[in-house]
Structures are given as C-alpha cells and as structure tokens.
C-alpha cells in the first residue's frame, strides 16, 4: 500500500468517527433514566429544579450491568454516562441538608447596656 493510499483510508476513518451512542446503543438513555428515578431527591429549599441524584457514574454503568444486561465492553465510558445523566437533567451531587436559621440572640438581663 503507499503512502498516499494509507494516509487517505486513515484520513476517512479519523473523518468518519464514532457513531453516536443512540446509534449504538438506542434504549441506553430509558435504561439510564429507569435506574436514576428511584435515586433522585429534588433540591431541598426548591431554589432550583435540579434533581439531584445519590448515584456516581460508575454505580450507573454497574447496574447497567447488572439489572438491564449490558456488557462492559458495549458500555461508553463513566465520561458519557455522566454526560447522558447531566443532559437528562439529574445532577451528580449530594443533596446537602437544609440548615435551621439561628435564632438572633436577644439580650439578656446581665448583658451590659449603655447609659443614656
């Protein structure tokens, strides 16, 4: 093979590029979202509407694997996954606990005053 011939099947293979997860993989985005919705907690002082999920990625790809039956070499990478629940709308954080404001201090009969 010569170099212009190898150079321009490389090119169009660099040219092509992977084919689209839904292309791929067409239930993977249900499949994901089947096994997020029971892990999700909406934000707790509703200042937003995210939706907060308890699961890593990595977690996600597991029960993928086990539960739906997908393989790990068919899986995309934790990257993708990740990419697939933010663009689903579910956040990968933990929800942090909403505080109670503290009471303002009032003031005590053995604090000093000023004298007027």
């Given at each position: 093979?010569?170099?212009e011939a190898a150079w321009s099947a490389s090119t169009a293979r660099c040219a092509a590029g992977a084919k689209p997860i839904d292309a791929r993989l067409p239930n993977l985005r249900q499949d994901i979202s089947?096994?997020?919705e029971s892990q999700c907690q909406a934000d707790p002082r509703f200042e937003s509407e995210r939706v907060y999920c308890r699961l890593s990625a990595a977690h996600v790809?597991?029960?993928?694997?086990d539960k739906k039956g997908y393989t790990d070499l068919e899986l995309p990478r934790g990257e993708t996954i990740r990419n697939l629940l933010n663009a689903g709308g579910y956040t990968l954080r933990k929800v942090q606990k909403t505080k109670p404001k503290k009471r303002s201090q009032r003031p005590t009969p053995s604090s000093s005053r000023s004298i007027e």
């Open positions: 093979m010569s170099y089947d096994l997020v790809a597991q029960l993928l694997v």
